[in-house]
């Protein structure tokens, strides 16, 4: 077969993939030059008759077309949007979607020690049971919700918001049916394809995701113990000129730390500078004892969007989030979230006021974040006695950024973990620059199974433990 055949395999199938994977990357769309001849036979390294050929093959299928004189074209209408194809294929142990949807598939036997969220024991169960014998009577099953949502739960919110010293009125709060939805709705309201966004290096692995899906170029900020480096960060501003940063403050995801005075005002007076606005994801604001930094709180809404929501504390099933940002904005994002989806269910929102209100779901607080510190110093204890470094203590909430022992390797040692049934967070895929190779993430409340330290156990088994104090690479994530 020559090298111009195509069955099987070849040259000239190598050049026809090649341009294929780019239109389905949509990094050519229709109407886009290719490259010439000559320049392609010189970038893929073949000949310039197997390029002709390749051209000449999808010209005939369709795909690209030739104007004499001018060259060749993407023909073929845009296809659909493929998540997994944006980028160039990763380990599934670091991809972000592979994660997510191991995180939604609940399989008998499955172990996730280093999963997102609490088991449902540790919900606040009670008062959603008595949120819903409140709601549900009084519900009308043919009402539809407002445009911002539901009244009661903004005003909710609102008050909520105070004891982190954000004011925000009724009409700057939009209830959406997720966290997640909200920070989409966000993007979609400020974003457009090719954009640059800054994210913090490590970051939610979600963020990855949700930002490949709005095609945006993403530039990665070291993270420190108290938040985003700011030197790192004052020269990815002036260099890539960014329109927008994603970041958690109250217990970073996932390294559990908590954002400092010092530089939250350091942050915002960088953004101030070069026009930058930021979505503060605060989803984990409940776990706190006493509220940490938030930029919100010292921006006053300006330039800053702060999102939340309560299905970490009440129910992974119950979905609610919301948008607090300023008041043009957020009727703006209101007439997007009907664009897209019309309104949420006003019963969601009834039942998630109701709860809150619940003098049990203070209680259950209180007792969830005494276990919380409980199972983090248990967890802590016997991972340091396995040779594995905290990152730091948290102060608050479920996650834990460890350094494994010796240099080992968290994305082979996902690997091995699935065949065993466990699910692990490896470090890479919470990294923008994939520099976290030796780190997992860990949810303390999931950490009660026995195989599971078993795996970690017979994996650092024979490892010299890290000595000493923790180390620069620990203090801060390159």
């Known amino acids: ?132 014998r409140q709601a549900i009577p009084t519900a009308e099953g043919d009402d539809l919700s407002p445009p911002h949502g539901p009244e009661s739960l903004r005003r909710l919110i609102v008050r909520r918001l105070l004891d982190q010293g954000v004011e925000a009125g009724p009409d700057q709060v939009v209830l959406t049916d997720s966290c997640t939805q909200a920070i989409d709705l966000v993007l979609r309201f400020l974003l457009c394809p090719g954009d640059t966004v800054i994210v913090d290096d490590p970051c939610y692995f979600n963020f990855l995701a949700l930002l490949r899906a709005h095609r945006v170029k993403v530039v990665g900020v070291p993270y420190t113990p108290t938040g985003p480096d700011t030197t790192a960060f004052a020269e990815a501003l002036a260099e890539h000129r960014p329109r927008l940063y994603l970041t958690n403050t109250a217990v970073h995801n996932p390294t559990g730390a908590a954002l ?38 010292f921006d006053g809404l300006r330039r800053v969007i702060r999102v939340g929501g309560y299905s970490k504390v009440l129910s992974n099933a119950v979905r609610s989030g919301h948008i607090v940002t300023r008041p043009d904005w957020a009727a703006a994002i209101a007439d997007l979230r009907i664009a897209t989806g019309m309104t949420g269910s006003p019963l969601v929102g009834e039942i998630t006021h109701a709860a809150l209100i619940e003098p049990a779901y203070r209680k259950s607080m209180e007792r969830l974040r005494v276990r919380l510190a409980k199972a983090m110093d248990q967890t802590i204890r016997r991972l340091e006695d396995l040779g594995l470094q905290p990152w730091i203590r948290p102060a608050a909430g479920p996650l834990l950024w460890c350094e494994l022992p010796g240099g080992l390797d968290a994305t082979e040692l996902a690997r091995k973990a699935v065949g ?58 390159r």
């Open 420 to 477: 065993q049934g466990i699910v692990l967070a490896p470090g890479d895929a919470f990294s923008v620059s994939r520099s976290a190779k030796s780190y997992l993430r860990f949810n303390v409340a999931r950490m009660d199974d026995e195989p599971v330290w078993r795996f970690l156990a017979a994996a650092c088994g024979g490892v010299a433990p890290q000595s000493g104090a923790a180390s620069s690479s620990r203090r801060q994530i």
């Open 1 to 132: 077969m020559s090298e111009h055949q195509v069955a099987g395999g070849g040259r000239t199938a190598e050049v026809m993939r090649a341009i294929r994977g780019r239109i389905e990357r949509r990094s050519l769309t229709p109407g886009a030059r290719l490259p010439s001849v000559r320049a392609m036979a010189d970038a893929s390294g073949y000949s310039k008759s197997t390029v002709v050929e390749a051209y000449d093959r999808l010209a005939a299928e369709g795909v690209i077309r030739s104007r004499p004189g001018s060259g060749f074209f993407v023909a073929t209408p845009m296809a659909p949007l493929a998540l997994a194809h944006i980028d160039p294929p990763l380990d599934e142990q670091i991809d972000p979607l592979w994660l997510l949807r191991q995180s939604l598939v609940v399989r008998p036997g499955v172990l996730t020690p280093g999963g997102g969220c609490l088991p449902d024991s540790w919900l606040a169960g009670e008062a959603l049971r008595k949120g819903m």
């Open 260 to 297: 400092s005075a010092a530089v939250a005002h350091r942050v915002l007076t960088l953004a101030e500078r070069h026009d930058l606005v930021i979505v503060e994801d605060d989803i984990f604001a409940e776990f706190e004892w006493e509220p940490s930094a938030r930029l919100a709180a």
